[in-house]
């Protein structure tokens, strides 16, 4: 709990706002009922993927803003085409299986699978064609104004061609398969996203044979992107593509036989694993998942738009895929691979220093270096703000933790990682060193499983005890905790965090982390532990939340906290930033706080299930997504509790899957200090973005948000690179 003085940072960040303002003045009227059992009509929700897919929309929209420099700009443009794979491979494949079941409606928004799928095709189909739009209308010519070009085929001079017909001679015709479509040659079983060509032919084959339809696979192991030589191009960043490559010289595979066309496509698969509850060793089960998901069902065909509707229709009818799940494209049928890391800084964002917290730049001349961490941790909490914050203080504590011989423990979950990892490496060497290593490793985080079976199996060598967690719950939690012996007795030390112990993703994801020895929290997070590697019931914690078991439960008793000051006629007000809104427990909740006349202020960065702003049932709540230069993935609950504020950081969305299927834990932010910093940096600072923010109607639909003509531009993340990172300062 907690009594610091924001109100005045309040009233003044209130003055300066206009975009809320605005946005609160135009209430949407919306058909909205509520029954007698307290439940709101479906009228009252908006429905989860088409929210998901506005998420992926808002990303695209940064490929088209000329705020980013413009190699980030066509990141970006990749970026939106790994979200859409995923969007295939997990959320319509789940539809398309609901949908099999029986086409009825099982959400709150009541809309049936058929009719959201009808709704996907129709709004992923126009942010395609506008994704494809700005790479071939404004990225693509803006890199070849500064000698970045991927060129065509017909855009080669004679020594380039002769160049490519080598490369395809020497590193490319080796490695292809082509394989005929005849009565002893079925339809090959392609890999999902593979990129593939089917070639229409005339005339006989080596055997006589009358072949019409030929599939060349391109391998994975061939680049997609293969860069000019330097002699051939002056140095310059001239690339062609690999599917170029292959549509030229295609008629060398099939030799005597005429070849009337080659066309590029890509089939999209259920990407989802299937694991029973049931199963005896999860490690073993999950490795035959993977590869089921190279092979699941089909969800959607790409192809060019100059592909023949003879062949395209040929493919729909072989996959048993449907005309709206047919995607042309005016440009290569896969930019996920697309080149763009080019060492241009001027066409990059500005490079800066990742800080390390005051608490942890010691002089280590006056503290043994084997403590200096330790004992910093035991004058006070210490905050990180990553990316702003380095990461190196997580692996500075494991890597001293590893090596103190007072250190008896350390144990830590992990959800993304990887056996280069500096964490992992310090577990293993901690391990080796003696200490009581125990890493509680979840498999099933989603595309990363074979790496954290990986890791398992490296820290299980090192003589780590690896645990991977609880059947049927995933273990989300970020939590690490060091058990050291001083003064013949036991301390313990713990990190907390809203992101995963992944370096890399630290210096692209917006996040937090605790450190902190507080003996309750400590205790709390050494329970946590012992539910996870053993039995019992859950334990009962002092400070911390913890899902499945209190976390949704605390939550709306939070908020009814709130609803009882507004009717009292005290100040109410509410603050949540996480990823994603969809519970409908706690939807309902702000519904009612709304209309006790609780402020409400929500921060999320992609899916957000509430209709806010809409007439008598939600006028006090208002929505922004905030999408920039770093992934937002800060997950921070705020309750003004009558002046007694409460602040929680954790690892749980507002969704379902985390508060009841998933172990999660939120944390509260005890120090006055550093209460005060996160409501600044982490809360009002994203509420004042008036540049890289958008704002959500009752209708449903996302407006970018525009500074009045006399207000001044504020942009969250580069307000955070200016006061933390001293970036744009002059020496």
């Known amino acids: 709990m907690q009594n610091s003085n924001v109100q005045s940072t309040q009233t003044e960040i209130n003055a300066s706002r206009t975009a809320d303002s605005i946005a609160s003045s135009s209430q949407t009227q919306i058909a909205w009922q509520r029954s007698e059992d ?3 009509s479906p009228s009252s929700y908006i429905h989860r993927e088409l929210s998901l897919l506005d998420f992926n929309k808002r990303v695209l929209a940064q490929a088209a803003s000329p705020l980013h420099p413009l190699l980030e700009r066509l990141f970006f443009l990749i970026i939106f085409s790994s979200n859409m794979d995923e969007f295939f491979e997990i959320r319509v494949a789940g539809l398309m299986q609901k949908l099999s079941l029986g086409d009825v409606a099982s959400s709150p928004h009541g ?3 058929s009719e959201i799928l009808k709704e996907i095709s129709k709004v992923a189909r126009e942010a395609i064609d506008e994704q494809y739009r700005i790479l071939n209308e404004e990225v693509l010519p803006a890199l070849a104004e500064v000698d970045i070009r ?6 080669l001079n004679a020594e380039q061609s002769e160049w490519m017909h080598r490369y395809f001679t020497e590193q ?10 005849d009565p002893s040659h079925p339809f090959p079983r392609l890999v999902n996203k593979s990129l593939n060509f089917i070639a229409s032919l005339e ?7 009358d072949i019409n339809l030929a599939i060349v696979p391109a391998p994975r192991s061939l680049p997609r992107v293969i860069r000019l030589p330097d002699e051939l191009t002056g140095g310059k960043e001239h690339h062609v593509m690999l599917s170029a490559v292959i549509h030229e010289h295609i008629g060398e595979l099939f030799p005597g036989m005429n070849v009337t066309g080659c066309h590029q496509f890509r089939l999209t698969r259920n990407a989802d694993l299937d694991l029973s509850d049931d199963v005896d060793d999860l490690a073993k089960a999950l490795e035959g998942e993977l590869e089921n998901r190279r092979f699941g069902d089909k969800v959607r065909l790409e192809v060019t738009t100059d592909c023949p509707t003879e062949i395209s229709d040929y493919l729909l009818n072989e996959f048993e895929l449907h005309d709206n799940q047919l995607y042309r494209v005016n440009g290569p049928v896969n930019l996920t691979r697309l080149l763009f890391d080019f060492n241009i800084p001027a066409l990059r964002y500005q490079p800066f220093s990742h800080v390390i917290p005051k608490a942890f730049r010691r002089d280590v001349d006056k503290i043994d270096t084997a403590t200096s961490m330790f004992a910093a941790m035991r004058e006070g909490d210490v905050l990180v703000h990553h990316p702003f914050h380095s990461f190196l203080p997580v692996i500075n504590l494991l890597w001293q933790a590893a090596n103190d011989p007072k250190v008896l423990a350390i144990k830590q979950t992990l959800y993304r990682s990887g056996t280069n990892s500096e964490v992992v490496k310090a577990l293993a060497a901690a391990a080796r060193n003696g200490k009581e290593v125990t890493a509680i490793i979840e498999l099933r985080a989603r595309f990363d499983e074979a790496s954290n079976i990986a890791v398992a199996n490296f820290l299980q060598e090192a003589g780590a005890v690896v645990v991977y967690g609880i059947v049927g719950y995933k273990t989300h939690a970020k939590l690490m905790l060091i058990v050291r012996r001083e003064n013949d007795r036991i301390r313990r030390y713990v990190h907390m965090g809203t992101g995963n112990y992944h370096a890399g993703n630290a210096k692209s994801y917006t996040d937090y982390g605790l450190f902190t020895a507080d003996p309750d929290i400590s205790e709390d997070v050494h329970k946590i532990f012992q539910q996870l590697t053993g039995m ?7 400070k911390l939340l913890n899902a499945p078991f209190t976390l949704h439960e605390k939550l709306m008793s939070f908020i009814d ?19 994603a809104l969809t519970e409908r427990r706690l939807i309902d909740k702000l519904y009612d706080a709304s209309q006790a006349g609780v402020k409400i202020e929500l921060i999320l960065r992609s899916i957000c299930c509430l209709r806010p702003q809409v007439k008598g049932l939600s006028e006090n709540i208002t929505v922004r997504s905030v999408v920039g230069r770093f992934l937002e993935h800060t997950r921070v609950y705020y309750f003004y509790n009558d002046g007694d504020e409460r602040m929680y950081c954790g690892s749980a969305d507002w969704m379902d899957r985390n508060l009841f299927h998933r172990v999660e834990a939120a944390f509260p932010i005890e120090d006055k200090k550093l209460f005060k910093q996160i409501y600044e940096d982490g809360l009002q600072n994203y509420l004042r ?6 704002t959500l109607d009752g209708a449903g639909v996302w407006t970018p948000v525009q500074p009045a003509a006399d207000e001044p531009v504020h942009i969250a993340q580069e307000h955070l690179l200016k006061t933390i990172n001293r970036v744009g300062e002059t020496s």
């Open 38 to 40: 307290g439940s709101y």
């Open 203 to 209: 005339g006989k084959d080596a055997f006589g044979r």
């Open 561 to 579: 906290d709130e609803i009882a000051h507004a009717k009292a006629g005290k100040r109410a007000h509410i603050i949540v930033k996480v990823n």
């Open 150 to 155: 991927y060129l065509k085929r017909d855009e």
């Open 536 to 542: 019992g019931k859950p334990a009962q914690l002092k």
């Open 689 to 694: 973005d008036n540049v890289q923010a958008w």
């Open 111 to 113: 809309m049936r699978p």
């Open 172 to 181: 490319v015709s080796p490695v292809l398969t082509p394989i005929s479509i």
